[in-house]
T-cell receptor, first 114, second 114 residues
């Protein structure tokens, strides 16, 4: 069964900490994405990557960075966590050139910054 | 600009009622795709359907049906004889443009009561 795996289901971090959210996919997909989901706001795209070492800003990249050193792994980094980054984070992947194929999503990481 | 609007924030029905979730989209692309995803309480986004912009045929899958109308830029989702297990947040999404990223609506929370 194809999967997108997010390393943590729940995470609690302190304000100012550097936080790493990890995502791994086993489908050999070129494209990977990070979204955050907040009540009443739906899913908003933070960053995406079309290939190893490539990254593109989404709609709300401020306060985040990403790393894609291997095809299967896409990491989201909160450089200095703040309380307004408390949210559900969803990772997704898709095949290149298949914007119409839809994405496969991970189960999400619920991050609380205190 | 691309946009997806799900005007219904929350819907509550009693089991066995039919319910329609509305989705209106905006895009300048001539080729695009529309999607519906389901997010149960567990958090994972589950793909339900994809429609491309050239296929306006309605689709039925069991108790689920979708009505795509380009003239009104709508892609509505109907659940017939709803069940408690249908309780979830449902997202409509649009993919198009040069990058084909998914743009999500804010979601409709459906509660089906026994």
């Amino acid at each position: 069964d194809v999967k997108v795996t997010q390393s943590s289901r729940y995470l609690v971090k302190r304000t100012g900490e550097k936080v790493f959210l990890e995502c791994v996919q086993d489908m050999d997909h070129e494209n990977m994405f990070w979204y955050r989901q907040d009540p009443g706001l739906g899913l908003r795209l933070i960053y995406f990557s079309y290939d190893v070492k490539m990254k593109e800003k989404g709609d709300i990249p401020e306060g985040y960075s990403v790393s894609r050193e291997k095809k299967e792994r896409f990491s989201l980094i909160l450089e200095s966590a703040s309380t307004n980054q408390t949210s559900m984070y969803l990772c997704a992947s898709s095949l290149r050139g298949t914007g119409g194929a839809g994405y496969t999503f991970g189960s999400g990481t619920r991050l609380t910054v205190v | 600009a691309q946009k997806v609007t799900q005007a219904q924030t929350e819907i509550s029905v009693v089991e066995k009622e039919d319910v329609t979730l509305d989705c209106v989209y905006e895009t300048r692309d001539t080729t695009y795709y529309l999607f519906w995803y389901k997010q149960p309480p567990s958090g994972e986004l589950v793909f339900l359907i994809r429609r491309n912009s050239f296929d306006e045929q309605n689709e039925i899958s069991g108790r689920y049906s979708w009505n795509f109308q380009k003239s009104t830029s709508s892609f509505n989702f109907t659940i017939t004889a709803s069940q408690v297990v249908d309780s979830a947040v449902y997202f409509c999404a649009l993919s198009g443009g040069s990058q084909g990223n998914l743009i999500f609506g804010k979601g409709t929370k459906l509660s089906v009561k026994p």
